[in-house]
């Protein structure tokens, strides 16, 4: 079954730094997505992404933080000075139409010291 | 953010028993409800949904039953296997500003089940 991959599976970055997270979703998907999940807290919803923009965005996803699918196959998130506080699994999805369900990478858990 | 509550953090059940996983919402907008389930180490992965204008929908072990007056679903599993214990997660949304997508899951905090041979 196709599956939505994402790399690196752990990314350590020190305050500060940038980092681009980077996800393949499934060849046939249309719709893009970012989630977080904080350590003991719910996943949740930073950006879906639709013909080549943003199409929602949460609070959370301020000016610190971008999207780009700069092929045919790979979407980035990238963080541009990361925060102790953006230590989170981030999970990347796709969904095929705007009514299917979202399928979802693995995640990156991203440590930021 | 308690739009999606899941009360309950863990359940037990005996293999071959039903599993019930509930889920409350305060949220009157959300008009699409997912339960996704979560091993470690891994993404959530898709398991059922339900739209508003149904009250129950089924596949295979996993049935979905919505209580739109009471903001309430649940899951349930039957008959129960061991394989099925991991986090379960369930998640609402409402159709974006124009139409866009219903992507924008709103996620409740989990339940651990664990089924026990």
């Known amino acids: 079954e196709p599956e939505v991959t994402q790399t690196p599976s752990h990314q350590v970055t020190q305050m500060g730094q940038e980092v681009i997270l980077r996800c393949v979703p499934i060849?046939?998907?249309?719709?893009f997505y970012w989630y977080r999940q904080i350590l003991g807290q719910k996943v949740e919803f930073l950006v879906s992404f639709y013909n080549n923009e943003i199409s929602e965005k949460s609070e959370i996803f301020d000016d610190q933080f971008s999207v780009e699918r700069p092929d045919g196959s790979n979407f980035t998130l990238k963080i541009r000075s990361t925060k102790l506080e953006d230590s989170a699994m981030y999970f990347c999805?796709?969904?095929?139409?705007?009514?299917?369900?979202?399928?979802f990478g693995n995640g990156t858990r991203l440590t930021v010291t | 953010d308690q739009q999606v509550k899941q009360n309950s953090p863990s359940l037990s059940v005996q293999e071959g028993r039903i599993s019930i996983l509930n889920c409350d919402y305060t949220n009157s907008m959300f008009d699409y409800f997912l339960w996704y389930k979560k091993y470690p180490a891994e993404g959530p992965t898709f398991l059922i949904s339900?739209?508003?204008?149904?009250d129950k929908n089924e596949d295979g072990r996993f049935t979905v039953f919505l209580n739109k007056s009471a903001k309430h679903l649940s899951l349930h599993i039957v008959p129960s296997q061991p394989g099925d214990s991991a986090v379960y997660f369930c998640a609402a949304s409402a159709q974006a500003p124009g139409g866009t997508s219903y992507g924008k899951l709103t996620f409740g905090q989990g339940t651990i089940l664990t089924v026990h041979p």
């Open positions: 999805a796709s969904s095929v139409d705007i009514i299917s369900p979202l399928h």
């Open positions: 060849s046939n998907h249309l719709y």
């Open positions: 339900i739209s508003s204008i149904k």
